[in-house]
């Protein structure tokens, strides 16, 4: 389906289910994003479980968004349960003014849901010649190091740095092995997952997604993949005023209330310390690119290249909808 | 040996090797505690390598260090290249006295060296009811994911933040398997190293820590350790104004200048957005400690219990020091 046609369906969706034209937009923005950067797991695919909370009313179409400035620099604010892109999107933009004024921003978004991916964010702080960390919560999927039982999200760390050139670095990635929205999509299309990335729920290896759905997912590195989680945890959770500590809802399954997630946003000037910093981060990367390379690879990717080459190239095609996903729209778009 | 005895021998020593009497006992502190968390890689095994580099000018010991106010909140360091501890030491406290102003600080520090664990200066911080990170880079240790030659070090990441007990929650991980630390160790100690961990020079696994130290580590997770790596190299050296992109020297090996690491630290209060804090933390650790366990673990430790545990155990105790290194430090003693 054209681009175009896709961007317009998901703003009359949003719209029948409530949501003003702008925010039906700015949801539109990224999920749109998603399926053209190649991660449709984070796309479509998740548009009839924005709309089932929000009839189900864990989801607030209208939402009344309150927010607090704390200093120049830091910002608070209360997302009131709107969906996940909204509180975001308005968070982002008071940490890119902040940052862009003092140098330096703080900004936690409390009463949150699912925004989607962090780069996404983070690409539009770097674009702005900003250097953005991007720290957000998610529903139990990990068990902590020692535990038998999910309660970590697969919690994204994300980092996100101009380069002087049109593609910024962009470092977003889940401390599981795979992203819980790949494990949700294949089981959707009925595929199978790879061995090594996720436990039954008896603490099996499997390859099911369905069995990896209701089990739980290996973080990276043991220990180490572990406390990254419970890192994000604390920065987006405690810190914000959020859920936390395995109280962030199912967006699929859990509909007993709100998700309640945090974001938090540290954004600041890349030359707060150096007159010159555009020069050594092309240094930088220069560096890296032309080392000697393993036999396969004929170019070192800086982090975010990839999906900005996907981003490109998609552009210009027709997004592509699997069956099943496609008549999920159908039906949403006929309320 | 006893703790005190050793304490006195390093500030001996490097009052024999030219530094101020507190700057010996600013490392002497740094090494003890290294000693006393049980990461003796970060302790004396280090003690002979701070000296050649003093010996051979490439560590300066009577630096003149520069702090540059930026505002309020942001403070740069030029360590002179002094020896790492100093400029981390200076800067570490320069970050708390912000923080506590205004509740959030960004201090760089620049021509600076190996600085030991990050956690112990993340525990300082979260000691003072802080939340800190903490970025250092190292010297090339790991392939840039898609490359055959090492560029990035093994550049810990390091978080703490306050648990409203005596021990904070302090996660410090290099992005390796295993941190290079502990091969150097392996080596000096004729020990084996565990398989997975390293290639030697040929790309070969390998399990001998000689092979180790010429050939690469291996990053935690494959490209998102890589990018992890990427990441705190632009943070500590990029940004900071210090050397970066393979540029940092080897302190063992590498007697041509001054190995210009840098550090940053992003230091803020916990309560910027919530007024309850610790009743939250203490909340989130009581959940996770609390899951069911796997076979064979009695308790679910956040991170920094076990290393605050450790400490507590070797402070009752005498520090037990190699032949080899005991022999290093009695000529180091010797002038």
Redesign the interface.
Same mark, same amino acid.
């Given at each position: 389906m054209k681009i175009n046609l896709v961007k317009k369906l998901i703003i009359d969706i949003f719209l029948k289910h409530g949501l003003s034209k702008n925010h039906s937009k700015v949801c539109s923005e990224a999920i749109i994003n998603a399926e053209l950067v190649g991660a449709p797991s984070h796309g479509l695919a998740r548009l009839s479980s924005y709309c089932k909370r929000i009839k189900k009313k864990v989801i607030n179409p209208k939402p009344k968004i309150i927010v607090k400035k704390?200093?120049s620099?830091?910002t608070?604010i209360d997302a009131d349960n709107a969906i996940g892109f909204i509180g975001a999107d308005i968070g982002i933009n008071y940490a890119i003014k902040n940052a862009k004024k003092?140098? =330096?921003a703080?900004v936690?978004v @409390?009463n949150s849901g699912h925004y989607g991916l962090s780069g996404y964010y983070g690409e539009k702080v770097a674009k702005k010649n900003l250097?953005a960390f991007c720290f957000t919560n998610a529903p139990p999927a990990i068990?902590?190091? !020692?535990? @038998? &039982?999910t309660?970590f999200g697969t919690n994204p760390?994300c980092?996100a740095?101009p380069t002087g050139s049109k593609v910024p670095?962009v470092?977003d990635?889940s401390i599981s *092995?795979i992203n819980r929205g790949k494990i949700r999509r294949a089981a959707k299309l009925g595929k199978k997952i790879p061995t090594g990335v996720a436990l039954d729920k008896y603490?099996n290896p499997t390859t099911d997604p369905k069995k990896a759905l209701v089990g739980l997912q290996l973080p990276?590195?043991g220990f &180490? !993949?572990s406390?990254?989680a419970? *890192?994000i945890?604390?920065?987006s %959770?405690?810190?914000? %005023?959020a859920n936390? !500590? %395995? /109280?962030v809802k199912d967006p699929f399954d859990d509909f007993s209330g709100p998700q309640n997630i945090g974001h938090l946003f =540290?954004v600041?000037k890349?030359n707060?310390?150096?007159k010159n910093?555009l020069i050594?981060?092309k240094?930088?990367l /220069?560096?890296?690119k032309k080392?000697? &390379?393993?036999k396969g690879?004929k170019?070192?990717?800086?982090?975010g290249e990839n999906k900005s080459e996907r981003f490109k190239i998609n552009s210009k095609k027709n997004i592509y909808i699997p069956q099943n996903i496609l008549s999920e729209i159908n039906k949403l778009n006929k309320g």
């Amino acid at each position: 389906m054209k681009i175009n046609l896709v961007k317009k369906l998901i703003i009359d969706i949003f719209l029948k289910h409530g949501l003003s034209k702008n925010h039906s937009k700015v949801c539109s923005e990224a999920i749109i994003n998603a399926e053209l950067v190649g991660a449709p797991s984070h796309g479509l695919a998740r548009l009839s479980s924005y709309c089932k909370r929000i009839k189900k009313k864990v989801i607030n179409p209208k939402p009344k968004i309150i927010v607090k400035k704390i200093s120049s620099s830091v910002t608070s604010i209360d997302a009131d349960n709107a969906i996940g892109f909204i509180g975001a999107d308005i968070g982002i933009n008071y940490a890119i003014k902040n940052a862009k004024k003092t140098g =330096i921003a703080f900004v936690a978004v @409390k009463n949150s849901g699912h925004y989607g991916l962090s780069g996404y964010y983070g690409e539009k702080v770097a674009k702005k010649n900003l250097v953005a960390f991007c720290f957000t919560n998610a529903p139990p999927a990990i068990a902590p190091y !020692g535990a @038998k &039982k999910t309660l970590f999200g697969t919690n994204p760390i994300c980092f996100a740095a101009p380069t002087g050139s049109k593609v910024p670095f962009v470092f977003d990635t889940s401390i599981s *092995m795979i992203n819980r929205g790949k494990i949700r999509r294949a089981a959707k299309l009925g595929k199978k997952i790879p061995t090594g990335v996720a436990l039954d729920k008896y603490g099996n290896p499997t390859t099911d997604p369905k069995k990896a759905l209701v089990g739980l997912q290996l973080p990276i590195a043991g220990f &180490k !993949g572990s406390g990254l989680a419970w *890192m994000i945890d604390i920065l987006s %959770g405690v810190i914000t %005023g959020a859920n936390h !500590g %395995g /109280k962030v809802k199912d967006p699929f399954d859990d509909f007993s209330g709100p998700q309640n997630i945090g974001h938090l946003f =540290i954004v600041f000037k890349p030359n707060l310390f150096v007159k010159n910093y555009l020069i050594r981060i092309k240094e930088n990367l /220069k560096r890296v690119k032309k080392l000697p &390379k393993i036999k396969g690879i004929k170019r070192i990717y800086y982090p975010g290249e990839n999906k900005s080459e996907r981003f490109k190239i998609n552009s210009k095609k027709n997004i592509y909808i699997p069956q099943n996903i496609l008549s999920e729209i159908n039906k949403l778009n006929k309320g």
